[in-house]
């Protein structure tokens, strides 16, 4: 480039990004004659119903496909990095007991028969102190309801 036209780009350049902008000259009216209309209008003609259905019926098989091919391409993938791994050592596969003092040799048994023996409190009779008794909670709840629960009234 030669040195005499370096000012001028500058100059250009500067004037692009300075935010004054020369005013935009308003648009003039157009002087075209308006076609005659030919016709009522609006569309006479209806649509298409069977080719807006194969259409439709194209879009959806192409996204059935293309989630066919994606769940087929992650089984792939997955399935090669599966056969890529070591098998499993005895030490990964052991089951950890935790450590000593074991306070319950088996909770799940011990929770387990604490919920039975709830579920035998709150779903049977037994006499609880002299003059009362237990009853179960749906047949109180069948005796208190429509009944005011202040026994004042």
Sequence with gaps: MPPGRTGGL??????????????????????????????????TEDVDVRRTGLVMAGLAASALVAVALMLWLMHAFTAGQRRALPP????????????????QADPYADIARERAAERGRLDGYALTEAGRARIPIGRAME?????????AR
């Design 88 to 103: 499993l050592t005895p030490q990964q596969t052991a089951v950890l007991k935790p450590p000593p003092p074991n306070l």
């Design 10 to 43: 500058v100059q250009a350049i500067l004037a692009g990004l300075s935010p004054r902008r020369p005013p935009v000259p308003e648009p003039e009216p157009a002087h075209w004659p308006e076609a005659p209309r030919e016709g009522p209008g609006y569309e």
């Design 143 to 151: 005796l208190v309801t429509g009944r005011p629960l202040d026994p």
